[in-house]
Each structure stands twice: as C-alpha cells, then as structure tokens.
C-alpha cells in the first residue's frame, strides 16, 4: 500500500515567510544569521511556489470536459 505524501501546509508556510521577511527588514540580524534566514525564506517561497502552480493545474484538469475548458458561469444561488 502506497504512503499518502503528507499535505503542505500552505498558510503556515506564508506566515513563516512573512516572520523572516520582517526579521530581515529589522537589520538586527548578524550577517550569518542573515543569510540563513534568507535561504530558509528561499525555500518556502519555491515551497508555496509549487504548491500554487500545483493548484492550478488541479483546477484545470477539472475544468476541463472531453479536452475542452468547460467553463459556466457561477450562479450562488441569489
């Protein structure tokens, strides 16, 4: 039986982003540290790079009906 790939937290993933980003705008942080916090922030941001382009395929393939976009309008009920 195959292992289910554990889900990506997207959300925390960005929040972590934004803690790193606001870290480094301070200036408090040595040259190292620095660095190492800008390659973890790499990380994330390819992270939640391709969990994006990954959604968006998933939502191509749904839309799509025998090869072609079948696109409808949205209707909520009003």
Known sequence: MAKKKPSFDFEGSLG???QIVEAMEQGDLSLE???AQFE???KLARACQKALTEAEQKVQILL???GEENLEPFENGQ
Do not use: R, V
């Open 40 to 42: 973890g922030g790499i």
């Open 64 to 66: 799509e009906k025998d």
């Open 16 to 18: 972590q982003l934004e």
């Open 33 to 35: 540290a620095s660095l």
